[in-house]
């Protein structure tokens, strides 16, 4: 006689469409649809893996220089720095940070939108993009973005419950998905994705961000929040049932990785990288974000067989 099923889920995770090909009217290779669960990560009869996106920008001098010297000169160049993660790293999706727009009074939109134009063209590779950091630009920023990418289902980040309308107007104007980011609470990421749904944006172009502490400095408060979301939308909770997305980009800044041995510092970096990706991929997050290209292939091995791993059932 089998065991009884351990958890009683009544409910389902939305799915959200990232990229859109030539047959849905963009130009992406290939496109995502993010989401769907019934259970838990990993214990589904056919699970899964969480998708890898690789995090990249547009003005390095921004970046961690563990990520720069690795990568040499490609960084100066955000299209073809875009071009060689999915053709070299093994990257699902690209993450493409804007920030070039961090320079004071920034005002060359019209330069954000050829550099979204410029990686879209030089990827097949679903886009992420992440907007300016300066709640008096965001409505020009993110319209510029949302423009460039019109037809490709981009997803646009970052929605805070302090600043989530202009880029909502963009994701609604343009018909992309978007990013809502709330600091490790349950009931703030409940409160911004309904304030989201009241000013039109569809739940199903909604990917929540828990905010992710790295391992070793947070991450068990990001867990335990990843863990009671998942919990509450597939006990019926259909303002939390969206897919989750994690970067743990204090990974790289630690000083575990930033004090460690010149020739160690990469090895450090991934292993940051790796592990905490391996804990939000395990509470529940469908999209890892990472940084270093050797992050990439090893979060990947490791899903394949947690994802093909057999779950005991019961016996006789």
């Not at 920034?106 to 950091?133: H, M, Q, W």
């Not at 460690?260 to 391996?278: L, Q």
Request: net charge negative; hydrophobic share 40%.
């Amino acid at each position: 006689m089998g065991l009884p099923a351990m958890f009683d889920w009544n409910s389902v995770i939305r799915e959200v469409v990232i990229g859109a090909t030539k047959s849905d009217g963009g130009t992406r290779a290939v496109s995502y649809r993010i989401g769907g669960g019934t259970t838990l990560p990993f214990l589904e009869k056919t699970p899964k893996p969480p998708l890898i996106a690789f995090e990249l920008c547009d003005s390095p001098q921004y970046w961690s220089p563990i990520i720069t010297n690795y990568c040499g000169d490609v960084v100066n160049s955000p299209a073809e720095w875009a071009k060689t993660a999915g053709s070299a790293y093994g990257a699902d999706i690209i993450r493409l940070y804007l920030t070039s727009t961090r320079q004071r009074n920034y005002s060359d939109f019209e330069a954000v939108k050829r550099t979204v134009e410029l990686v879209l063209d030089a990827t097949g590779l679903p886009l992420i993009i992440e907007g300016s950091n300066e709640p008096k630009i965001d409505s020009e920023v993110f319209l510029k973005c949302g423009e460039a990418g019109q037809g490709e289902r981009l997803l646009l980040g970052t929605a805070e419950a302090s600043r989530y309308r202009s880029i909502a107007a963009a994701a609604l104007a343009y018909n992309h998905s978007l990013i809502a980011q709330s600091p490790i609470d349950i009931n703030l990421a409940k409160q911004l994705n309904i304030l989201l749904k009241e000013i039109g944006v569809p739940q199903d172009h909604i990917v929540i961000d828990p905010y992710t502490g790295t391992l070793g400095y947070g991450f068990e408060y990001s867990y335990s929040a990843m863990e009671r979301i998942r919990f509450s939308a597939l006990k019926g909770d259909t303002d939390l049932a969206m897919p989750m997305i994690c970067s743990a980009v204090d990974s790289l800044s630690v000083k575990e990785v930033r004090d460690a041995e010149p020739g160690t510092r990469d090895t450090m970096a991934v292993a940051w990288e790796f592990y905490t990706g391996i804990a939000a991929a395990a509470a529940g997050a469908e999209i890892i974000c990472v940084r270093h290209p050797d992050s990439i292939g090893k979060l990947k091995e490791a899903f394949r067989s947690l994802a093909h791993s057999k779950v005991p059932t019961g016996g006789d």
